[in-house]
């Protein structure tokens, strides 16, 4: 199995910064993309930013200026560093990871999530 940490989450203030870290462990063989998602109390959870291997982003609009996300192909991590935080972007941050998983067969496909980190931003 593949398994997701997330670290980083935490109560700031309006403006101010966090850095989520997110380390995967198992028998990976590989891990094609990753991402956050987040999820407010009573709201569906949504994307936040992805990744792909090669280095490719995309971003939800509400994020786009504020946060960055980037990777560490070799250590098997995502960060998300988020700026100019706002109190509507409280919510639990959710790590996901999607590539391929040794097995005596050969690769097969994973999708994983964290269990999630509490970003609380007070007004």
Same mark, same amino acid.
């Given at each position: 199995? %593949?398994?997701?940490v ?12 966090? $850095?989520?870290?997110?380390? &995967? ?12 998602? $987040?999820?407010?109390?009573? =709201?569906? @959870?949504e ?11 995309? !971003? &939800?609009?509400?994020? =786009?200026? @504020?946060?960055?996300?980037s @990777?560490?192909?070799? =250590? ?9 935080? =706002?109190p509507?972007?409280?919510? %639990? !941050? ?7 998983? !040794?097995?005596n ?5 994973f @999708? ?6 509490? %970003?609380? %931003?007070?007004?």
């Amino acid at each position: 199995q %593949v398994q997701l940490v997330e670290s980083g989450g935490g109560l700031v203030q309006p403006g101010g910064s966090l $850095r989520l870290s997110c380390a &995967a462990s198992g028998s990976i063989f590989s891990i094609n993309a990753m991402g956050w998602y $987040r999820q407010a109390p009573g =709201k569906q @959870r949504e994307l936040v930013a992805t990744i792909a291997s090669g280095g490719s982003t995309n !971003y &939800a609009d509400s994020v =786009k200026g @504020r946060f960055t996300i980037s @990777r560490n192909n070799a =250590k098997n991590t995502v960060n998300l560093q988020m700026n100019s935080l =706002k109190p509507e972007d409280t919510a %639990v !941050y959710f790590c996901n990871a999607d590539g391929l998983l !040794y097995t005596n067969l050969g690769g097969h496909p994973f @999708r994983s999530w964290g269990q999630g980190t509490q %970003v609380t %931003v007070s007004s």
